[in-house]
């Protein structure tokens, strides 16, 4: 009895933030709303111990990934729907890809979104990325593309990155753009956190072998130096976050083999010499995220090398913010500003902030 009141309280909390305007966040304090969250999941699953990403084995790691999308679909804002869903499956690596594409209204054509979801490069699914792709979706109008890349450590570096870039060869061919209503013209490649080291390295990747045209990185979260870890956000947040400073060389071991391939631009770009070339770009980091020094340093080099780029500081959020749009709802206004600037960036029509049944977050 006495947790069903606790629940019903706390999801009285929860709808509250949704439904009320969004306060003003004082300067240097995390959203509370994340508090929220963390009571209801903790609630949920009858208060569990919360045990440290870099505790866990890779079963764990999708085990849990898997359960926290069922556990917060028991109380989360309902997602925005979607006109048509298409699964697919390329072969491509010596592997079958699957890929969840979200279709648009309309003729078209649309610019696509190839999506390549978080998690360490050791978990993650075609499942826990949906929120983070039909948020885009839904919120643009585009096509988007979620990718089920291989995970290590079964497949360690660079399986990830080339099944990343075997997805944007697909999406760049007209045969299969045009039935998704996609234009092979305007491939937008966006990641978030590990996810967005693979598409940073698919851009740099893809400039060097003259693959199809991309006309935008999305990096959200980015994590991009595989080798140091020793930048200001790396002490500044170090325990007590969504991602902590021990979590992440946790996660490096098990995505390369070998230590010596962190040096590699293509395992770290922020490390590489040479940034020329490479498409425009939008660079989102969120306050509370211990590898936010990664994704500022790696904008200012990207700008220093002529590219442009664009910069979003998510002020009060924690590491995968994008995924929590329907969670959190600051984390939906800045999906909305985010996607604002990229369409603008790419000359299409303004996405609609605050699309029906989707979390505006205003």
């Known amino acids: 009895m006495l947790r069903s009141l606790r629940l019903l309280r706390l999801k009285k909390q929860f709808r509250k933030a949704f439904f009320e305007p969004l306060p003003e966040l004082p300067t240097g304090s995390r959203d509370p709303v994340y508090g929220l969250v963390e009571q209801l999941r903790r609630e949920y699953q009858r208060r569990r ?87 885009i979706a839904a919120k643009t109008g585009w096509t988007v593309v979620s990718v089920q890349y ?8 660079p399986a990830a990155l080339q099944d990343a870039c075997a997805v944007l060869r697909w999406c760049a061919a007209p045969e299969n753009s045009q039935p998704m209503r996609g234009d092979p013209g305007r491939i937008i490649i966006a990641g978030d956190g590990s996810g967005a080291n693979l598409a940073a390295a698919a851009c740099l990747l893809n400039r060097d072998r003259q693959g199809p045209p991309i006309a935008y990185q999305l990096l959200l979260n980015p994590i991009l130096d595989l080798l140091h870890f020793d930048r200001p956000t790396y002490s500044q947040y170090r325990q007590g976050h969504t991602l902590t400073a021990e979590d992440v060389p946790f996660f490096v071991r098990h995505y390369i083999a070998d230590p ?55 002020a009060g959020m924690e590491h995968g913010f994008f995924d929590m749009q329907h969670l959190v709802p600051r984390a939906g206004r800045y999906g909305n500003q985010i996607l604002e600037i990229v369409a603008k960036s790419i000359s299409v029509p303004s996405p609609n902030p605050h699309p029906p049944g989707g979390s505006a977050g205003a």
């Open 150 to 157: 291989r995970l290590a450590p079964e497949h360690p570096f």
């Open 260 to 314: 010596v391939l962190a040096t590699d631009p293509l395992v770290s770009p922020l490390l590489s010499a040479n940034l020329a070339g490479l498409p425009a770009a939008l660079v989102a980091v969120a306050e509370y995220d211990v590898a936010r020094s990664d994704g500022e340093e790696y904008a200012d080099r990207l700008a220093s090398f002529g590219v442009p780029v664009q910069r979003f500081f998510a």
């Open 49 to 135: 111990p919360v045990q440290p990403a870099h505790q866990k084995s890779p079963r764990e790691l999708r085990s849990d990934a898997r359960m926290q999308l069922l556990v917060d679909s028991q109380f989360a804002n309902p997602l925005p729907p979607v006109p048509e869903v298409w699964h697919e499956t390329i072969s491509a690596n010596g592997t079958d890809l699957p890929m969840r594409i979200y279709i648009p209204k309309g003729r078209g054509p649309y610019p696509v979104v190839v999506y390549l979801h978080g998690g360490g490069w050791v978990s993650g699914d075609l499942d826990t990325a949906h929120p983070a792709a039909l948020q």
